[in-house]
């Protein structure tokens, strides 16, 4: 009997319906490297080894890494005994097919961190608590528009799958969750850009949200680099679309390279 550790966010999904619409969903192949992030007690482990010769699964807690090696030889299951915000997923080749029920305390630390492996990634679907996927999908304008709906909408496709009550876990979480697919765009969907730079005006941004981007932004972009952009400067941060942030770095990438 494993216990659920506090410290590593566990809840365990254990509604049958649930866990075969999300394999339902993600239609595993053979011939597919799949990589399951947080594996847990092997409730989406069991059903995509069901369909796939091998399956990886990345996993932090060591008492569940033997427990999955004592249930799969390591030609069925290759358990990369780690934390997920640290791994390199680059290691396992290109075309990843990614999944997992994601623990809802690194959630949004590790979807930055898999923004570094998009170019390996086919797709990836993950169950997330509610909010967060309500935050990945928002649109300006709205209190869940922000830094992560920016950064993620910039190189995913994202696709709301289906929600998740608190009783389909144990033991239960306090909040409800969501089911969300996300697919890389490509290289000609994707504004070319100093991608850190981009990352450094969209954190600038939203650092104070309440704030106006003449407050936030000032350090960076002059009142009239506003009024060229045609940007209100007298805006929040929330009120920008991604191409809003695409043109205010496209133009201080010329500004460097005119200095």
Known sequence: MHTPRKRFGQNFLIDDGIIHAIVNAIQPQAGETVVEIGPGLGALTRPLLERLPHLHAVELDRDIVARLQRAWPADRLTVHSCDALKFDFAQLGHDLRIIGNLPYNISTPLLFHLLAFAAHIRDMTFMLQKEVVERMVAEPSTNDYG?????????????????????????????????????????????????????????????????????????????????????????????????????????????RQSA
């Not at 920016?150 to 709301?160: D, N, S, V």
């Not at 850190?196 to 106006?212: C, E, I, P």
């Not at 350090?219 to 952009?229: G, H, Q, R, V, W």
């Open 147 to 255: 830094r992560l709906s920016i950064m993620l909408q910039r190189r995913f496709h994202l696709e709301w799958l289906l929600d998740v009550p608190p009783t389909a876990f144990d033991p239960p979480p306090k909040v409800n969750s969501a089911v969300v697919r996300l697919i890389p765009k490509t290289p000609a969907e994707i504004v070319t850009l100093n991608e850190a730079l981009f990352a450094r005006v969209v954190a600038a941004a939203f650092s104070q949200r309440r704030k106006t981007l003449r407050n936030t932004l000032g350090s960076l972009i002059k009142p009239e680099d506003f009024a060229a952009l045609g940007i209100d400067a007298g805006k929040r941060a929330e009120n920008l679309s991604l191409a809003d942030y695409e043109a205010i770095t496209r133009h201080l990438g010329n500004l």
